[in-house]
Structure formats: C-alpha cells, structure tokens
C-alpha cells in the first residue's frame, strides 16, 4: 500500500480498506483516529445501509463535521475501546443519542491505539468468523497509520525548520532536509497556508496532517509572544487550482474558532522558495484579521494594499500627519475618511455606504484635513491617508 511518491498514504488506501471491511461485515463502516477524526466513510449498498434510522445523532455528527464531541468520545471510551484488542459491542443508549448499537474495530498498531473502525450493529449481527477477518484488516489499517505517524512526525520537525530558519545557509539545509524526506514529491507544484492565532500553547500541538485534505505536512510555528499559527503545506495538482489549499485551510478554520484567519500564498514548483511562501500567507492572514471582509480565507494575490502593508516592520510608527486622526477620541471621523477613499472619492457612494447626508460627509471630511493638515483633492496626500488608516488596521 506504500506508494511510489514516499511512506505517505492517501486517502485512497484508507478508503480501500474501510471499504473491505464494509464488504465483509456487510454494514458501512467509518475509520477515525483516536482522536474521534473521521478519516473516511465507507458507504456500502444495501437497503439496509439506506436506513434513514442509520443516521442517528451521533452517527450524522460524525460525518458531517467529520468529528465527535469530547462528550460522546468519553462515553464511547467507558466501553473500554482504548484498551480492547477485539472487537467491542457498544448497546443503544437513545438518552446518549445513540439510537443504533454500534461495533467498535481497535485500530492497533504493536499494542498502541491509532484509530477505531465503526459499523452498526445488526440483528443478528456479523458472525465471529466475519468479525475476526475485519480484524485482520484493521491490523493493516494499523500498520498504514503506524508509518505515517512517524513519517507526519518527521515532517513536522523538517517543516517548521524551513518556515523558522535565517535566510541564508540554514535556510537552504533546511529546505533540503525536507526535500529528501519528500523525495520526488517536493518537485511538484506547492503552497502554503497559514491560519492564526491557532489555539495552542504547545509547539506541537497540532492536528494530523491526515485528517486534512491535500495536506503534505503541517506545523506550529510561533505567531506572537501570546500564541502560535499553524502553517501547512499543501501539494497542487496545477498552479491555477488552488482549491485543495482553500478548502484545506477552511477546514482548519473550523478547528481555530471564530477569531482566527487563513492566508494561502502563491503555487511555488519546487520548495526551495517556501520562505517567501510562508511570508505571503502569513500575510493574507493578517489582512483578514484586519480587514475581514477579506475572508475568512483569503490568497495572497487577493489582499490588495496589505500586500506592501504586511511587508512593513510590525514596529514601524504611525506618519505623524495621522497620529491624531487614528486616536480613539477620533474613530468616526477615520472611519469616514477610510470609507471615502475606498470609494475613490466619490461623495454620494460614500454617504450612501454611511448611510449620511453629503453635507455631513463634507463637513466630517474637513474636519479630517483640519487634524491632518491633508489635502483630500492632493493625490499624494489621499494615498499616504489612505495608506496610514489601512496600516494601522494591522
């Protein structure tokens, strides 16, 4: 089941796999890892399998959010499913919101817990005989996991070497360490997503790179002294098809919670340029927590003005000429100006977008060039404005 790219197994040799067992047993079947992260679905055609009472709460939760609550996960592990060896019969609990008994498969791997296969059970239910040769098959599920655990673990260090390193020498090592852990697959077309501030406060706190789809290898990597970003690198099958990375990334978002952003950077071939790559996402990231309209995900290429934005020091100072306007005493007016100007100046546009008469716009208006000593018919004078009030949004 090793593919010729590398030790990674795709989603593909899950599938296989989960579908065997659901042949066998004659019943879908769902694989996850020990964290209750469905990996894949395997549907199988029977009338049975079409049930609408097959999809009780627990089951549809599962799917569709492709995870389970810390709730059902403690409820399911007092059946003993972390230790068992065999297979494990889990009764109807409707108050649990399991409305079907279930069969729980121990995915293990040289006595360690990787994941759990999980069918319905029926009345009467497989036979041992079936039951033992879905065991079989979960052994080779286990092993399938075993290996690309240690390969995202190495990954993972390689990973944020590259996105940490000084620009030089220990950049280039870097870049070639995960190159040869790659093998021919770093040749191929790549991009970066960045989403933050991701909640960790643990370097490696962070999800397998196998419940991600697309994802080659994922890593935290240091956002701010209060926080952590999560950085994954994602393998495209064309530079103009960017959708494994959006889609990846939204699906971290899900993860991240409502106050975080994703950036994804441009397709590199290769991964000799993933310095500027991360830079490029990191930079998305931040336009959107800036300006959320952006988002919640937002490439690179989209960003506008916060592309030369991101690029100033973080502790560059305000132009003196703002410093008063972006006061707190003065947000109304800021935020007319701002507005304005990202109307190209255009006075009825603007007092329809603030909902305001255009003698209340003039008269905001002249107030800011009071406070600024601008000019607002100077173009040089409207974009260092217009500059300063998007910067400080970062």
Not at 64 to 82: D, K, M, P, Q, Y
Not at 142 to 148: F, H, K, P, T, W
Not at 164 to 176: F, K, L, N, Q, S
Not at 259 to 283: F, K, M
Request: charged residues 20%.
């Amino acid at each position: 089941m090793t593919s010729e790219a590398g030790p990674f197994k795709s989603t593909g040799d899950y599938q296989e796999l989960v579908d065997e067992i659901s042949g066998l047993l004659g019943a879908p079947a769902t694989l996850e890892n020990r964290d209750f992260e469905l990996i894949v679905f395997g549907a199988y055609d029977s009338e049975g399998a079409l049930d609408p009472s097959a999809l009780d709460p627990v089951r549809a939760r599962s799917i569709l959010t492709r995870r389970s609550t810390t709730a059902v996960r403690e409820w399911f592990e007092g059946f003993g499913i972390t230790r068992a060896t065999g297979p494990v019969r889990i009764p109807p609990t409707p108050a649990a919101g399991v409305l079907r008994g279930r069969i729980c498969l121990p995915v293990r791997h040289r006595g360690v817990a990787l994941g759990y296969v999980w069918l319905l059970d029926g009345d009467p239910g497989p036979t041992d005989a079936q039951l033992s040769a879905a065991m079989t098959v979960a052994s080779r599920i286990g092993a399938l996991l075993a290996d690309e655990a240690q390969a995202g673990a190495d990954l993972t260090r390689e990973l944020r070497a590259v996105l940490t390193a000084e620009r030089g020498w220990e950049r280039d090592m870097a870049v070639a360490e995960l190159r040869t852990a790659l093998g021919p697959r770093g040749d191929g077309v790549h991009t970066v997503v960045c989403v933050a501030p991701w909640p960790s406060t643990h370097p490696e706190d962070a999800p397998s790179f196998r419940t991600v789809p697309g994802a080659t290898a994922l890593c935290t990597v240091p956002w701010s002294a209060a926080g952590q970003t999560l950085a994954l690198l994602v393998r495209l099958r064309s530079a103009d098809v960017p959708a494994p990375a959006l889609a990846a990334a939204a699906r971290l978002l899900e993860r991240a919670g409502a106050h975080a952003a994703a950036g994804v950077a441009g397709p590199r071939t290769g991964l000799s340029d993933l310095g500027t790559a991360w830079r490029e996402a990191s930079a998305a990231a931040r336009a959107v927590l800036a300006e959320p309209r952006l988002g919640p995900v937002a490439e690179w290429r989209s960003i506008g003005p916060y592309r030369l934005l991101t690029a100033l020091p973080p502790e560059a100072p305000q132009d003196p000429a703002v410093r008063t306007l972006l006061s707190p005493a003065h947000r109304e007016l800021a935020h007319t100006a701002e507005v304005f100007l990202d109307c190209a100046g255009q006075a009825g546009r603007t007092a329809a977008e603030l909902g305001i008469h255009r003698q209340t716009l003039y008269y905001r208006l002249s107030r800011v060039e009071k406070l600024t000593g601008l000019d607002l018919d100077d173009g040089e004078d409207r974009l260092l404005l217009h500059m300063a009030l998007k910067g400080a949004r970062l």
